[in-house]
């Protein structure tokens, strides 16, 4: 069984479409991330919930919109997509502890890319 | 405040060396500090972390890291590569945000790995 799932997979669209990429976790974790992944490969979070309360929310633009509709499930939702939009973003999950690193657990990503 | 500093973007070894792919980090607590590995086209996978028990730690596929708070690093080390150990690796750390006093992660730039025969 995946543990972080994603879909899509792939997604190719055109400037200024909205699309959604949904997150599932079957881990049971409480706290779930979107990051962004760029062409260098840097990793940046972009949001954090728990237990489907926003928790972080980086300086990202406001088409960006998380929704959480429960602990096991976080979508992103993004608005007149523009080509900067083109990157992999990773969902991942943790259950999170206060004194001790949390190991987070990722999805496999979805390669979005902007026309 | 933390940042992370993979000191190589990339490292070329033979199949059969060993592996050093090195890692400085800053906080200003004391950090959990991670290695994950991303294989082309992957999602990432956790290969170890430290959490302020033993300063050596083990991870999979025979890697491990030191954790040396003197000199603020965490190296991820093998003794012997292998070809399927070709990938990204990332130093990520660990510690508490200032403004929601929740855990978070930095992640470094990313060492990319290439194993020649």
């Known amino acids: 069984d995946t543990a972080v799932s994603q879909t899509p997979k792939y997604l190719v669209t055109q400037m200024g479409n909205d699309k959604s990429i949904k997150c599932e976790q079957n881990l049971g974790h409480d706290t779930m991330y979107w990051y962004k992944q760029d062409s260098k490969k840097f990793l940046k979070i972009m949001f954090s919930y728990n237990n489907k309360e926003l928790i972080i929310n980086e300086t990202v633009p406001n088409r960006f919109s998380p929704k959480s509709p429960d602990k096991a499930h976080l979508n992103l939702h993004i608005n007149s997509l523009e080509l900067g939009d083109s990157a992999v973003y990773f969902c991942a999950s943790s259950q999170e502890k206060d004194l001790i690193g949390e190991t987070q657990y990722f999805g496999p990503g979805t390669r979005l890319l902007v026309l | 405040a933390q940042s992370v500093t993979q000191l190589d973007s990339h490292v070329s070894v033979s199949e059969g060396t060993p592996v050093l792919l090195r890692c400085n980090y800053s906080s200003s607590y004391s950090p959990s500090l991670f290695w994950y590995v991303q294989h082309p086209n992957k999602g990432l996978q956790l290969l170890l972390k430290?959490?302020?028990?033993?300063?050596l730690v083990k991870g999979i596929n025979g890697f491990e890291a030191e954790f040396k708070k003197s000199e603020t690093s965490f190296h991820l080390t093998k003794p012997s590569a292998h070809m399927s150990d070709a990938a990204e690796y990332f130093c990520?750390?660990?510690?508490?945000?200032?403004?929601?006093?929740?855990?978070?992660?930095?992640f470094g730039s990313g060492t990319r790995l290439q194993v020649q025969p």
């Open positions: 430290y959490t302020s028990a033993a300063t």
């Open positions: 990520v750390v660990s510690e508490p945000r200032v403004d929601t006093g929740r855990r978070a992660l930095t």
